[in-house]
């Protein structure tokens, strides 16, 4: 435990996660031994949190960076590739996996200056695709866009859903499946962990009379907004304004197969307004009589938040990697589940220095946070005086607190399609063009 112990002292990832946390989640490693190997699972699972920051360098190098081993063997040559590989499967996804959610659970609800919309904490659901290693076997789990007409993508993909604070950016909880899983499915997966007295922002995509009925309780103060879906039949209850109604419509005879607990129609609150020169609506169950049409339309925006959170991940931590580097099953989900594990580490000790600084939380530079808690991972742990862990914590914040964004508008980028699916079998023997 020695050796746990210099890093865990020296590191910010155990200065937020208690040890007793690890301590748990290890509990639920897939091959759980006594016996004390060269990389016992205490220190493997760090060495997960360290490949989410370090992407482009090999496993074994991350190890050697973090000096994670058993005995400060970090520097022995005997710390083989196959070694480290062997010991992320012996250590498999679930720990990781809880650790995440545990963390999300206690930091996802932390307040902030600024944290709250009308006395609500505000939310944002929506799910992203991660591209995994092209083998047989993650092809055969995760699936692609393959078709009928046998158009598919080139690369097998995983789906991510997840539940963010908007304010901090920091995940709730987050839902990893195959493909083919309905993103509407993993995200009833959060309905019991959507705190009261909150409003959660959808993307168009989660559009369910079943979800957002069951989201919606008037009792605990849980809303939502979520834009309007085209073609919808409904008719006009009440009219209170002209950019503000009232709306009945059917709920679809198969939402009712699904849940026949569900009513014959439901009413939802249509709030329209103009953004960039267009016309934009969207429903809510914000009741109109406390939250004013133009607050309700001015919120949605931030819904944008949570796609800022899915670039910060895959540009600022993935380095643009567009593929995932584990190449099992196993692997693949212990790699994202570390990812999103260390993000929610840097948004939480980024949030930390911002309240620190008088700041605002969701204004911290995250990329140069992320490279600054890196750089200082690999300083922290090469240190041995444990009397100074209060001290670099407290440098280390205040390092962060010297990277918030300018007050000025972020720029505004249009949205660009990455692949698109092939209307021809994919040849993956063929050579690459010269």
């Keep these: 435990m020695d050796a746990l112990q210099s890093f865990c002292d020296l590191s910010t990832f155990t200065q937020n996660i208690p040890v007793e946390w690890v301590d748990s989640a290890l509990q639920l490693s897939s091959q759980a031994t006594i016996r004390r190997r060269r990389l016992p699972a205490d220190q493997v699972l760090w060495l997960v949190l360290g490949m989410a920051l370090f992407r482009n360098e090999p496993v074994s190098e991350v190890a050697r960076r973090l000096n994670i081993c058993a005995q400060g063997l970090a520097n022995d ?40 919309w009308r006395g609500l904490q505000v939310l944002a659901v929506d ?10 076997e993650l092809r055969d789990h995760f699936g692609s866009g393959n078709t009928s007409t046998n158009r598919q993508t080139p690369y097998p993909l995983m789906r991510l859903v997840a539940l963010m604070n908007v304010r901090s950016h920091v995940l709730l909880n987050a839902e990893l499946s195959p493909y083919r899983r309905s993103e509407i499915r993993l995200a009833d997966e959060f309905m019991n962990q959507v705190p009261e007295a909150s409003v959660t922002l959808f993307d168009k995509g989660f559009w369910s009379a079943d979800l957002l009925l069951r989201w919606a309780d008037q009792n605990t103060q849980r809303h ?24 009945r419509m059917k709920v679809s005879p198969q939402a009712r197969k699904r849940n026949p607990a569900l009513p014959e129609y439901w009413e939802v609150r249509a709030v329209s307004y103009k953004h960039n020169g267009k016309n934009k609506t969207v429903f809510t169950s914000l009741p109109a009589d406390t939250y004013g049409t133009k607050a309700v339309a001015k919120l949605y925006q931030e819904r944008w938040e949570i ?16 593929t995932l580097r584990s190449k099992t099953v196993e692997l693949v989900y212990q790699e994202v589940w570390g990812l999103l594990l260390a993000y929610n580490v840097i948004r939480r000790e980024a949030s930390q220095a911002a309240v620190a600084h008088g700041g605002n ?8 946070a992320c490279q600054y808690i890196a750089a200082q991972l690999i300083v922290m742990a090469a240190a041995q005086p444990l009397s100074r ?3 670099r914590l407290s440098e280390l914040r205040a390092g962060i607190g010297n990277l918030f964004l300018e007050d000025r ?17 994919v ?7 010269k």
């Design 77 to 116: 040559s005997l710390l083989a590739p196959s070694g480290v590989s062997k010991a992320r499967q012996r250590l498999g996804a679930n720990p990781v996996q809880w650790l995440f959610q545990r963390t999300g659970v206690h930091w996802g609800h932390e307040r902030y200056p600024e944290d709250e």
């Design 127 to 136: 799910g992203a695709l991660l591209r995994t290693q092209d083998t047989p």
């Design 224 to 247: 939502w907004l979520i834009p309007e879906r085209k073609g919808l039949v409904s008719e006009t209850v009440e009219v209170y304004n002209k950019n503000d109604r009232l709306l």
């Design 307 to 322: 796609e800022i959170g899915f670039r910060d991940i895959k540009s600022s931590m993935q380095h643009n990697a567009v």
């Design 361 to 368: 939380p969701a204004r911290i530079r995250f990329k140069f």
């Design 389 to 391: 862990t209060g001290a």
């Design 409 to 425: 508008p972020r720029p505004s980028r249009p949205r660009t399609v990455k692949i698109s699916k092939t209307r021809y079998p």
């Design 427 to 433: 040849n993956r023997r063929a050579a690459p063009l």
